[in-house]
Nanobody, 122 residues
């Protein structure tokens, strides 16, 4: 089994910062990419940021220049530093990991965390 647990959400004023963390645990052979998604009330879940096993990063246009994704490869963790937060950034943020549990001969799968709430007051 694999578990992803997010932390770091909360209430912040517009213009403020938050740092989200996500830890992957369980039977893990290798993690390919890790990323963050978010879902606001009444909206579909949207991709926010991605970091590959090699450290390459990509961001949604809406967060580029304000959010930074990083990884701790030894601890199977991913982080999202969110600066200059806007009310439209408010959402439940989900951690995602694409990983192989048992070895290179086995398929990789996507796993999700339970989500952490980010609220931004104007």
């Amino acid at each position: 089994q694999v578990q992803l647990v997010e932390s770091g959400g909360g209430l912040v004023q517009a213009g403020g910062s938050l740092r989200l963390s996500c830890a992957a645990s369980g039977t893990i052979f290798t993690i390919n990419a890790m990323g963050w998604y978010r879902q606001a009330p009444g909206k579909q879940r949207e991709w926010v940021a991605l970091i590959t096993s090699g450290g390459s990063t990509n961001y949604a246009d809406s967060v580029k220049g304000r959010f930074t994704i990083s990884r701790d490869y030894n601890k199977n963790m991913v982080f999202l530093q969110m600066n200059s937060l806007k009310p439209e950034d408010a959402a439940v943020y989900y951690c995602n990991a694409n990983l192989r549990q048992y070895g290179n001969g086995f398929p990789s799968q996507d796993y999700w965390g339970q989500g952490t709430q980010v609220t931004v007051s104007s």
